[in-house]
């Protein structure tokens, strides 16, 4: 079984600061690891994955992510916020464990404020 | 190209109504999975398919909920009868291979009376 943790509920940064969302996963069998986002009333649009290459992941919107195996963390960055960046980023993470798919186990969110 | 249509966007019923989600998958794609959104639970998977069969149901809450996928193209998820507790935003998702990304869809909003 595989579970997400995202620290903070709430993060708030000003405009043009580095946005740092924390997310650690657990998971018994090399993970697939994503990060999605969610405007109101909207469905959730992917920013970026890993899926056992680089560790380093450049996602859109100028996002990135790194694998830390050693923190069992994947964290998501990204250097200069805008205020088109405010919305519910979600962590989540599958497995290839029977050779096909599980579907996603999600964190609970971050729910992203830019302060102008 | 096409994304993951959901419909109906909203739909509000009473309880002990049947309330039938529809979803159109992206073609290709052989995946498809129902995802629940609820403030308390967060994000939770209900079911998915593959090839049109069910893979996993373990997420499903009980007996009132089913899922069908009669070809590559649709899918549903059924409730009867409905619930207040059923209330949530009920997603589908789907992806080309199982490690793959998933590619959601805008959502039901689903309000029992």
């Known amino acids: 079984a595989q579970s997400v943790t995202q620290l903070g509920s709430h993060v708030s940064v000003s405009e043009g600061a580095l946005v740092l969302l924390r997310c650690n996963y657990s998971s018994s069998v090399p993970p697939y690891l994503f990060w999605y986002v969610q405007y109101p009333n909207q469905g959730l649009q992917l920013l970026l994955k890993?899926?056992?290459?680089?560790?380093l992941v450049k996602g859109i919107n100028g996002f990135e992510a790194e694998f830390k195996k050693s923190e069992t963390s994947f964290h998501l960055t990204k250097p200069s916020a805008h205020m088109s960046d405010a919305a519910e980023y979600f962590c989540?993470?599958?497995?290839?464990?029977?050779?096909?798919?599980?579907?996603?186990?999600f964190g609970k969110g971050t729910h992203l404020i830019i302060q102008p | 190209d096409a994304g993951v249509i959901q419909s109906p966007r909203h739909e509000v019923t009473e309880m002990g109504q049947e309330v039938t989600l529809r979803c159109k998958p992206i073609?290709?794609?052989?995946?498809l999975f129902w995802y629940r959104q609820t403030m308390m639970r967060g994000l939770e998977l209900l079911i998915y398919?593959?090839?049109?069969?069910?893979?996993?149901d373990s997420g499903m809450p009980e007996d009132r909920f089913s899922a069908k996928m009669p070809n590559a193209s649709f899918s549903t998820l059924k409730i009867q009868p409905s619930e207040p507790r059923d209330s949530a935003v009920y997603f589908c998702?789907?992806?080309?291979?199982?490690?793959?990304?998933?590619?959601f869809g805008d959502g039901t909003r689903l309000s029992i009376l």
């Open positions: 398919f593959n090839n049109n069969v069910p893979i996993d």
């Open positions: 989540a993470v599958t497995t290839a464990s029977r050779g096909g798919a599980d579907g996603l186990t």
């Open positions: 073609s290709g794609h052989d995946y």
């Open positions: 998702a789907s992806s080309l291979q199982g490690n793959q990304p998933q590619h």
């Open positions: 890993y899926t056992s290459a680089a560790t």
